[in-house]
């Protein structure tokens, strides 16, 4: 999903204000980011991007707040505020004016990786010896980090257990003393792993959405 297809568009239907309009534009497909809110993080999809706006698309209904937070994938942050929303997708202004380049062509200081939203979970950890306590600290497509007073041996195989997520075959991948990177033996699809980060943190954005994994 980090592909990404850009053209130049002369559509006005996304400029909401006069000063968008004279602002150049493009639309990106297919970039995942984190919309931020106060009500957890969530994945999104850029679409029409300019200099002074953005319109994001969502797999499940946008948080209403007026202000919220953009971050790529490199860790890029921009603060927009709300100016329209329509369905599944919501246009939102910038603080202050962005460089396109720096929306569409993420420059990165550390090697790609997938998109992690901050997702609190309790969860069972079992394996061949028995079943330890455990707590999500972030979570990705492929993986999560977890909290565990638990030892765990490198590349030991998981069991994942929570009633937010389906049953979850994983390895430890590393450990830092009561923290450890799981890798998941079977992914998340973009969607699945978006409906999930909505039903664990705010499930009143799933109306009429189906459920993860469904």
């Known amino acids: 999903m980090d592909n990404l297809a850009v053209g ?3 559509s ?3 400029d909401a204000l006069p000063e968008q309009r004279s602002a150049k534009r493009f639309t990106s497909l297919i970039r995942a980011a984190k ?3 106060s009500h957890g993080e969530f994945v999104c999809v850029l679409r029409d991007v300019s200099s002074s706006g953005i319109r994001l698309r969502c797999f499940h209904q946008i948080p209403q707040d007026a202000s919220m937070a953009l971050e790529l994938g490199n860790g890029d942050m921009f603060e927009i505020q709300r100016v329209r929303s329509e369905g599944l997708e919501a246009s939102f202004t910038f603080d202050g004016a962005v460089p396109v380049e720096k929306l569409i062509r993420e420059s990165w200081n550390y090697p790609r990786r997938q998109l992690r939203l901050g997702i609190v979970l309790p969860l069972t950890v079992r394996t061949l010896v028995g079943r330890s306590e455990a707590i999500t600290e972030n979570m990705s497509q492929q993986g999560c980090r977890i909290e565990c007073s638990t030892s765990f041996a490198m590349n030991q195989p998981v069991y994942i257990e929570s009633p937010q997520l389906r ?3 994983a390895k430890v991948r590393w450990r ?3 923290h450890y990177g799981l890798v998941f033996d079977n992914t998340y699809s973009l969607r699945d792993f978006a409906l999930l980060a909505a ?3 705010c499930p009143g954005l799933l109306s009429d959405q189906a459920t993860p994994g469904a």
Do not use: N, V
Request: proline share 0%; glycine share 0%.
């Open 199 to 201: 039903s664990a943190q």
């Open 8 to 10: 130049r568009t002369e």
């Open 35 to 37: 919309l931020i809110s």
């Open 167 to 169: 049953d979850i075959r």
């Open 12 to 14: 006005h239907e996304f």
């Open 176 to 178: 830092k003393d009561d």
